[in-house]
């Protein structure tokens, strides 16, 4: 199987990832209700691990360090859906009142999202082309596992913004689309889209840290029971520690490929001290 094919065949299974939400569909009104917050702050907590544990190391592992570029594009994207969301709420004040009204958030959520899904469509594409096979596969499964709390609190999301649970699917899976996108750009331009994804990852990790500590974190805090708390901030704790595990069997497993190689990790110790000086 040529490398191309397995890219595509690679991202199309990752977009299907987007359907995990099909199961709520079978869940009567009140019990998707009762496990929609809970839905929610796991995703919350998926966002900043993804921002903090995935994107911001890679970014500023490209970069050669945290450079004021890094920094500057996290803050690009953090003033981006700032600005996204300001549009949508002008937009929705000026709608007719008779018109059913979606929470930005939802929207937001979906770009957001679709940047994420157009990043991982690049480091599939990538790793299957610079690689070969076993190394997009590992690539793959990682996204994979990445993507499954990610895609579920994203549904959850999509409801709490309004969405019914069919139209949050049907979005849900425009915005994984995003992926196959990604690895076209990438068969396309070849090594020209790395350059591209040095500020498109802390572009995305600035819309996450936005998203998620500006309109979750506030929706998690509403809640008054005790009881309650406790659960939202379990399922908040699960969604960092479902992504630092993933990242923690990636490393382990990066980490190995190199010792099998014959040419472990450096550190040029010369670019250190001179970033001191």
Known sequence: MSPTVATLLSVGAIS???????????LSARRLRGILLPLVA????????????????QAVEGAGGLTRGVSLAVLAGMGAFLVLEKVIHWQHSHEPCEEVHVHPIG???LVGDAFHNLIDGVLIAAAYLGGGIESGL???????????PQELGDFAILIHAGFTPRRALFFNMLSALAAVLGAV?????GEHAQEYLQWMLP???????????????PEIRKE???????????????????I??????????????????????????????????
């Open 138 to 148: 590992t690539v793959t499964v990682v996204v994979a596992l990445h993507e499954i």
């Open 16 to 26: 299907l990832v987007s359907l995990a939400g099909v199961a709520a569909l079978g």
């Open 42 to 57: 796991l995703a919350a907590g998926a966002m900043l691990g993804d921002a903090f544990l995935h994107l911001l190391p």
């Open 107 to 109: 929207v937001m959520n």
């Open 185 to 189: 750009l990438v068969i396309l331009i």
């Open 203 to 217: 572009f995305t990790a600035g819309a996450f840290i936005y998203i998620a500590a500006s309109d979750l974190i």
């Open 224 to 242: 008054q029971s005790y009881k309650k708390g406790l659960t939202l901030l379990a399922a908040f704790a699960a969604g960092i520690i479902l």
């Open 244 to 277: 630092l595990a993933m990242e923690a069997g990636h490393d382990h497993d990066h980490d190995h490929d190199h010792e099998s190689d014959g040419c472990a990790p450096s550190h040029d110790q010369n670019d250190h001290d001179h970033d001191h000086d």
